[in-house]
Every structure is written in C-alpha cells, then in structure tokens.
C-alpha cells in the first residue's frame, strides 16, 4: 500500500500535468497580480521516507524552475512587490520566497540564484539560528538527521546569513521565533514570535531585514492565522505577512495576509510556468481535499505528518477552577518532584505531597504544601492519601510501584491523573524494564478514568542527576573520553525544568486529557559526540574521544559477568548506547505550545548549578568554582 506522502506526490504530479495543459487557456499575463512562490529545502536527498514530507526540491529540479522563470517572468524581492502591482507590462510579476531558513539555501539554492541573477527572500526561525541541530518542529530532519548531511537539516548560521546578504540578492524575513502554530498560542507567545524574532533579526542583520514575516504553517482556513496572530504581527511592525493559502497578489489583498503559490519537488518548468500564470485550480482543489480530509491533524507544511493519539471524548472531564484543584504529588521529593513542586505551589492553592516518614522533605517544604505521610507500595495508605483529591501527579517510577498504585487509583475514581513514564517503552530492545512500562502503562489505558502519561526522554539539568552530571564530572577529571561505539547514535536529553513545564502545561490544560500519552524531548537529536563536544563546551574544557568496538564492549561485559557476577555496567546499557533514541514532541507543540532550551543553553546550567552546589557546601565538585562557563 503506497504511504501517504508517496500518494501526496503522485497527485501534485498530477495536478501539475493538468496545469500545464490548462495553461493555453490562461488570461493571466494582463492581469493586475503577482505571484508569490514558496520554496522550502533545495538539496539532493536521495532517498524517500514514505512517512515524513521532506519539503524538498532537488538543486537539478530547481535550476530548471529558475530558468523557467527567468524567461516569462520580471522576479523581484517580496519587498517590492506591492509597489510593481499594477504596472503595465506582459510579464508577470514574481517573488521568490524560502520558508524556515534551511542551511542549503545557502550551500545550493543561492549558487543556482546568483547565476541567473534572481533575487529571494528568505525566511528563519530566530530560535533554530546557530543551533547546530535539526529544526525541532520539521519531523523529517529530526528523524532523518545522521543520515544525511547536516546543512540538511539544520538552519542556516548568522554568518551564513550574513554571506548571503553581501550578494546583494537575499532579503531576510522573520518565520517568527519558534514556528508555534498560532491557533495554540496565548498573547503572550504570539507577543514572543513577532516581536523577539523581529527584534533579533533588527539586531543581528538591521532594520531592513525585520520588516516581512511568514507565519507558520500559514493557512487561514485551518485556523494557524487568526486575527490575534496578525494583530500581534502588525504591531509588531512588520510591512508584509505572507500565508500559505493558494493565490496571486492583487491589490485588493490584505498586505499583512498576502497568499502564495508553493513548489514542490515534482514539478516541471512547465508546472512552474503555469502557477505564475495562474493556473491554480488543480492545486486549489487538492488542498480543500486534504483540509477536509485532514482537519488540523496534518498541517499544510512545515512539521512533520505525525500520527495523533487517540483521543477519548466519552470520558468525563472534571471542571473545576483551576487555583482551586486539591493537587496530590506522589514523588514530590525525587529528582523530578523537587522540580515540580515550587512550580505548582506558585499556580494553585492546595498542594499536597505523599511522603515517606522517612524522607527529607526540606526541599518541598514550602508555604502552601501540606504532608501526607505514607508509602506508595501500601495499596491502603495511598486509597487514604487519594480522598477528596481533584488531581493525582505521580513522579514516581511507574513500573516500580504499579502493582499498588495502579489499583488505589482505579478504587478511588480520581477526575484527574498524570502520570510520569519515559520513552523506554520506544526501544527496540526487548528488556524488562521496557515490558514493564508498557505493562504499567496498558493498565492505565484500560481504565474509563481521564488520565495522560508524560514519557520525557533523558533527563538532566540537576547536580544529581544519573546522567549529565556523570559526564561532567568524569570530563572535569579524565583527559580521555572512552565511547563505545561509534558515537553517532542520536540522543534527545531533556532538561529537568522543560519537563516541569510540560507537566504543569497538562494540569493547566484540561483538553490534554483527551490524549493517552506525550512524548516529551529537547529540541535537537544530538550524536554522542555532540553531546561530549557541548558538555565540554560547557566545562571550559578540551578532551580527546576514543571510540571502542561496541563488539568488543559487549563481550568484556558478559566475560566480566561470568567471572565476577553482576557489576556496574551491563549489556543492556552498551547496546542502548548504540540505539538511535530521538523522539519528536511534535503532539506536545500542538497541544500546549511546547517548546524546549538547546542542550548547550541546558548544560550550561547544570555546570552553573554544579559550581553553585560546590561552593556552597565547600566541597570539591571536580568541576572548578573559579572557571565561567562561555
């Protein structure tokens, strides 16, 4: 059975073979209009993911289009294209615009446009500038980054940008500053993607380059552009905003909603020819079809066709004023808890954390927290803890007290429930702990109750964390780095507080009940050697990297075993590092906005907090007090 993006092709081929031989009919030369087309990444892939849309047009299929264009067309900067409306003239007028600022814009497209001497405008999200990594919200790169080059999937760099605009044929516009879809975003954000992007852009290239804007995902009619998106958008100062709906440019047309033509890999010069005429009617029909088709699930463009969970509206929702929710927090002293606790007591009036009798409560102990004392492997101490409780968040390791919490929470019918698991259950490997996860996890799907499970890829961002504070410490200490493997399996490590975040986002949230599960990462896969390079980075530090056989890791480790029976480092461990672990959070963007720091912005300040740590207590951390990270 073909996929769904093999099929999408087929029919823009087809649609494209039907406006070639509908374009003798045209009238569009004497008209009043431009066109404005869209690009997104022009690169040789060579190869199809029959689940993820590339956005791609090869560099060969796009010296053809500019070609093309050269001949039958006048192609100026978006810049000046409300001012040549109405001109007199047979050629069309046309502009040229690249979405999301792909670095090869810069390796490839940029050749093929100085040669024909045409000029574009691009369009970059602020925040993917500089970050090395593939664009968060594209699913293709961020699956596919490793095995193709980089400037594939990555954003063009400052310098890049910079190099462009000496060409004297590249205008920079903003794609806002984290490609959020606009229906999901509150002022405040909406307030934070036009004016910091254009703010960044003013400061980073000058005013000239922070005046036209390209909303994401760009379709009126599925709601990504609204009237506070361009309200935000207008008063933030920008001349032009361009959308993705289907059209010429006339000057009836709202300037700050200016409609475009986009260009996919499959078409021909003739195709291209045809769209600036405007012969749009094939292309308008397949769109209505899939907007039908697909409602809000599938955008238009820009993040990757993601499969949504299942959503459950039988289930019954409980309405309550949120500051008012009698919030119980299972634990609320662990790595995670202590995170999450100060946040919640900031937003609503009654939290309450289920501890141990045992347990050091100091870094919980906060004005509005009360103490249920109680252990969560006692299935009748947790049935006491869940009376007249609104709200259950259970931070605990979910396998490990399954058997008894599970239960309690069916018994006590609590209207709302989040529980914290973690992409484990992803792996391909088949351990115990992944079977009990997923055995946990199935047994919280099969209740009628409303409840949504969190899995957070790995997190750090403490001083205690199992992780990243390892590494650390280890690279302060040891000159060399051994790695088993090759280094270029992808991680997807998150920080403490983005995972806080996206759990205070469920509480808030009560439509992120409808869903099962959230998967939750950083923002970028990164290889095990960028990881290394960053947390060096971060130290202040330079350490030589020594790849081991991966082979010959796993059979020391099972002869160790033989001879000395369980130790500290076991195969499970080394075949995992092995294992491509990146995991897209493209279901958390939709829903809440989710949005998370780069790893080198969150590593940074783990060493910070190391440091503080260190010198507070007047231990050695191993991680000097007296360096700066840079």
Partial sequence: MLSYTTMKRLVHYTAGRAAVALQPFSIRA???????????????????????????????????????????????????????L????????????????????????????????????????????????????????????????????????????????????????????????????????????????????????????????????????????????????????????????????????????????????SDTAGTVRAKTRGVLAPFRLIKRFRSTSNSIERSDFGAADTVVPQRRPDRPVHRRKISERKILVIGATGQLGKHLVPRLVERYDAVTCFVRPTTDRTPVTLPGVTFLEGDARDRESLQDAFRDTDMLISAVVLEDFAETLVPAWKAAKIPRSIFVSSTTVLTKLETDTKRRKIAAEQELFNSELNCTVVRPTMIYGTPSDQNMAKLLRYLRRWPIMFIPGDGKSLWQPIHVEDVVSALVHCVDNETTSDHNVYNISGPHALTADQIINEACKALGVRRMRVHLPLSACVWTVRLFGKLIGPHVVQVEQLLKLAEDRSVEHTAASQDFGFSPRPFSEGIRQEVALIRAEAKGSGRNSQIPITETTK
């Fill in 30 to 84: 004497d008209s009043p209009c431009a066109c404005i087309l869209m690009y997104h990444r022009v690169a040789d892939i060579g190869f199809s993911d029959p689940e993820h849309d590339d956005w791609n047009v090869c560099p060969e299929t796009f010296e053809r289009h500019i070609a093309a264009l050269v001949e039958v067309a006048d192609v100026v900067q978006l810049s000046k294209l409300p001012g040549c």
């Fill in 86 to 265: 109405g001109k007199p003239g047979n050629r069309p007028v046309v502009a040229v615009t690249f979405d999301d600022g792909f670095a090869t814009f810069f390796t490839e497209a940029l050749r093929i446009l100085q040669n024909y001497d045409v000029p574009s405008t691009v369009f970059v999200v602020t925040q993917e500038v500089e970050t090395g990594g593939p664009m968060s919200f594209d699913g293709w790169s961020v699956k596919n980054f490793g095995r193709v080059q980089s400037d594939i999937c990555r954003s063009m760099n400052w310098s890049e940008l910079e190099s462009c605009l000496d060409t004297g044929l590249v205008e920079i516009g903003s794609h806002s500053h984290r490609h959020l879809k606009g229906f999901q975003c509150t002022r405040e954000q909406l307030y934070e993607e036009t004016h910091r992007s254009r703010d960044i852009l003013r400061s980073r290239l000058g005013n000239r380059h922070s005046k036209i804007y390209a909303y994401p995902y760009g379709s009126a009619r599925l709601g990504f552009v609204n009237a506070a998106y361009k309200h935000a958008v207008k008063a933030a100062g920008y001349e032009i905003a361009v959308c993705s709906e289907i059209g010429l440019v006339t000057s009836d047309n709202d300037v700050h909603q200016l409609p475009r033509v986009e260009v996919h890999g």
